[in-house]
């Protein structure tokens, strides 16, 4: 694909000005900028027929991201935590459905991908995951799959508070999976599905939790129920039931016992749906700027910058995203293997932080530009629509991150009381 990087206009990039970054890092953001204008136009559609974003996807594609976070030696773009979430969040300033779908495809590389590199294996699982991850790499470099990460079922397993009740019986050659995910999203679009799913034997813990990629055409899999959500629209989250699906050995995405260490080792995993709703944050203030100024296309240019009230607004709204910002930047530094507790701890405020602000922000930016704003010929509506979404996601919505946050700095492990 031919790629024009459109000059970046620091004031609304995801790093600002003088952040440093380097010349891959550059690249891919620069690439995110140039596909953005397009998903923008196209998002509105998506929003109202609630339909993935294939145009995107294919863009996506052309442009090199789908292997975005594939390591470089399988022929991808070898992008670690901190080069995905920047841009991601430069995706989500332009549409959110399409930057939080390409989460869950991103991560279903970065985990088997540069995550796993980081975590023990014995001799025999790393040689498995090699001969593994290579085939869905390949898949995703050579052959533009695209990876969905249904893990929610409803209970509390997704919160990471129970074993999944989705089940993978071994079997002869590979295993038997049944159960349900709910908010599959990329439902009917992936070619894969990366399920989080339980070993089947008796007395099952989280340990036993196995990651499994489940063709989108495998026979027993049903995507079921309807889709007609407040916000995120084009995600198209619907359910998924397994009735006695079939995936070879290969399928596993990590070695049994891996994705349960990785849960626990490298909290940082769980971030990676904030950068959507950093960029979302973004996209409000830039709006909101550019309205008071009468330089939105499309309307009349009436100016609206002038009133003292408008003012303090615009600066309310730019504290928080620099205290939003400031987080997230200094969260993708602590990113690692068995971060400190502070750290993790910090991550939990960022999280709860970019949820919270990208909702209060967009909620800011309706209330000062005005009646005209919300109209749903501009793009302000659905960004408050689509930022409520993020306080909900699992494992790390904004409720449970103050539980954990609370608890973890109350008590040190081993702690309790009488
Ligand atoms: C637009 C959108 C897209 C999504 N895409 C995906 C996706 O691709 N993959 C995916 O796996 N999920 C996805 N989700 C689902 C999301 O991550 C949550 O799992 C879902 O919103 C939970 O809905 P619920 O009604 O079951 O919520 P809740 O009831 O809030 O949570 C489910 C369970 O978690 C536990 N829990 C929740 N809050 C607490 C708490 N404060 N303390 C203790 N336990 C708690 C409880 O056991 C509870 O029953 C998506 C959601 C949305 C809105």
Known sequence: ???????????????????????????????????????????????????????????????????????????????????????????????????????????????????????DMTKEQRAEHERHRAIHFRRVVDEGAIYAQPFSEGSAAAAGKAPFGTLAAKVEGGWLINGKKIFASLSGAAHYYGVLCTEDKAERSMRDTLYMAVPGNAPGLTVTGDWDPLGMRGTVSRTLLFKDVFVPDEAQMMPRGVYYQAASRWPHMFTTLSPTYMGIAIAAYEFTVRYLRGEVEGMPPVKRRMYPTKQIAVA??????????????????????????????????????????????????????????????????????????????????????????????????????D
């Open 1 to 119: 694909m031919d790629v024009t990087v459109p000059p970046i206009d620091p004031r609304y990039s995801v790093t600002g000005s003088s952040y440093p970054l380097g010349a891959k890092q550059r690249e891919l953001i620069g690439i995110a900028e140039s596909l953005g204008p397009r998903f923008a136009q196209r998002a509105e559609r998506y929003d109202r027929e609630a339909s993935f974003p294939f145009e995107n996807y294919a863009d996506l594609k052309d442009a090199g991201l789908l292997g975005l976070c594939v390591p470089q030696d399988f022929g991808g773009q070898g992008a670690d935590l901190r080069t995905y979430s920047l841009v991601s969040a430069t995706l989500g300033k332009y549409c959110g459905a399409t930057a939080l779908t390409f989460n869950m495809h991103a991560c279903s590389t970065l985990w088997p991908g540069i995550l796993a590199d980081a975590l």
């Open 316 to 417: 309310e709204m730019f504290v928080k995203l620099e205290q939003t910002r400031a987080l997230f930047l200094r969260m993708l530094d602590d990113a690692r293997l068995d971060p400190p507790k502070d750290a993790r701890l910090r991550a939990y405020a960022t999280q709860y932080t970019i949820m919270e602000n990208a909702n209060d922000i967009c909620r800011l930016a309706i209330r000062t530009c005005g009646g005209q704003s919300m109209l749903k010929n501009l793009p302000l509506e659905r960004l408050y629509r689509d930022s409520r979404c993020g306080a909900l996601m699992l494992p790390w919505t904004a409720e449970l991150c103050l539980d954990r946050i609370g608890r973890e700095a109350l008590y040190e492990p081993g702690e309790a009381d």
